[in-house]
């Protein structure tokens, strides 16, 4: 059970995850990306703190639903040796307010719980819109944490036969492998880059990269590309000829697109110009049309909105204050 803090509730982990599920962060995630586009929502720019010595960043994002009865402030950390030393990659604390008062009303004690089910939750609405009704097979890159959120986010919203993941090690790439087979999907490992791209009818980017590592040569007809690691300016998963042959590029959000993510590179480059962009909320709120054609490349470039972690955390408190 929640314990009190004065007259805040203090949820633990567990008590977060039982509360907060899938399929109800992936229709709240949708609703705040509606909410977003039609400006019934407040998101203030992303407060991006490098840790050097440590290799650490920690994101500090914001976000408010107009009329909801609460704002969030969200605290991700992303620690990557700590997985040398058996300690948890990522990290991360919700602090819930009432909007009324501005009183606190709960801190959400997720351990980055929130994040990963949310990120994973626009990569499963971004499917919805985006992808073939029709698809085979999901070309993973990364094996982190987030690769097996948004394999698992996404079989809420498509059917498909195989996964194939490729990793920068090969023992990680198995791990993911074998974690997504438990679930009962057919997973393989991809011996290359090429291999977890080609043939893929969705491919979903989850590293941290700093250098390209999809390419446009090896993009199928038909495929969506869903950029989920590039939430810094430095970040790149895609090449921008990724972005220049795609039939439509999608944003999360277009001000902070143009300063983080695949978006910022490609616009910078010269090879696309910012009308070429929707952002999913105006597909979501029926604005703009999802996918039009079996043919047609999209990328959807998913930098991550405080909108996203409200939304999540309005779930969380629902359940606890009906």
């Given at each position: 059970m929640p314990t009190q803090l004065g007259a805040a509730l203090v949820l633990t982990e567990p008590e977060i995850r039982e509360l907060l599920t899938p399929a109800a962060c992936i229709a709240a995630v949708e609703r705040a990306f509606t909410s977003y586009a039609i400006g019934a929502a407040e998101l203030p720019g992303v407060i991006?703190?490098?840790?050097?010595?440590?290799?650490?960043?920690?994101?500090?994002?914001?976000?408010?639903?107009?009329?909801?009865?609460?704002?969030?402030?969200?605290?991700?950390?992303?620690?990557?040796?700590?997985?040398?030393?058996?300690?948890?990659?990522?990290?991360?604390?919700?602090?819930v307010f009432d909007a009324r008062t501005g009183a606190l009303a709960a801190i959400l004690l997720d351990n980055g719980y929130i994040t990963d089910l949310r990120t994973a939750a626009a990569g499963a609405v971004a499917a919805k819109y985006l992808a073939r009704e029709s698809i085979g097979t999901v070309g993973v890159i990364g094996t982190g944490a987030?690769?097996?959120?948004?394999?698992?986010?996404?079989?809420?919203?498509?059917?498909?036969?195989?996964?194939?993941?490729?990793?920068?090690?090969?023992?990680?790439?198995?791990?993911?492998?074998?974690?997504?087979?438990?679930?009962?999907?057919?997973?393989?490992?991809?011996?290359?880059?090429?291999?977890?791209?080609?043939?893929?009818?969705?491919?979903?980017?989850?590293?941290?990269?700093?250098?390209p590592l999809v390419r446009a040569a090896w993009v199928k007809p038909g495929a969506l590309i869903i950029a989920v690691g590039s939430d810094g300016p430095d970040k790149r998963e895609l090449e921008v000829d990724v972005l220049a042959l795609a039939d439509r590029v999608v944003a999360d959000s277009l001000p902070q697109c143009r300063r983080l993510g695949e978006i910022h590179h490609a616009l910078e480059a010269g090879v696309l110009q910012e009308s070429r962009v929707t952002e999913l909320g105006q597909i979501t709120g029926g604005q703009s049309p999802g996918?039009?054609?079996?043919?047609?490349?999209?990328?959807?470039?998913?930098t991550g909105v405080g909108v996203q972690d409200v939304a999540a955390a309005a779930v969380v408190m629902e359940a606890v204050r009906p």
């Open positions: 991006h703190l490098d840790i050097p010595d440590a290799r650490g960043e920690i994101h500090i994002k914001a976000g408010y639903l107009h009329t909801a009865p609460w704002y969030a402030v969200k605290f991700a950390s992303g620690f990557p040796g700590n997985s040398v030393a058996g300690l948890p990659v990522n990290g991360g604390i919700v602090v987030q690769a097996r959120y948004q394999v698992q986010l996404l079989a809420h919203v498509r059917a498909f036969d195989t996964v194939k993941v490729w990793g920068r090690r090969q023992e990680g790439a198995a791990a993911c492998v074998a974690d997504i087979a438990a679930t009962g999907m057919h997973a393989v490992v991809a011996e290359t880059l090429e291999q977890a791209v080609a043939d893929s009818d969705v491919v979903i980017t989850v590293t941290a990269s700093r250098t996918r039009i054609s079996d043919a047609e490349i999209i990328v959807c470039d998913l």
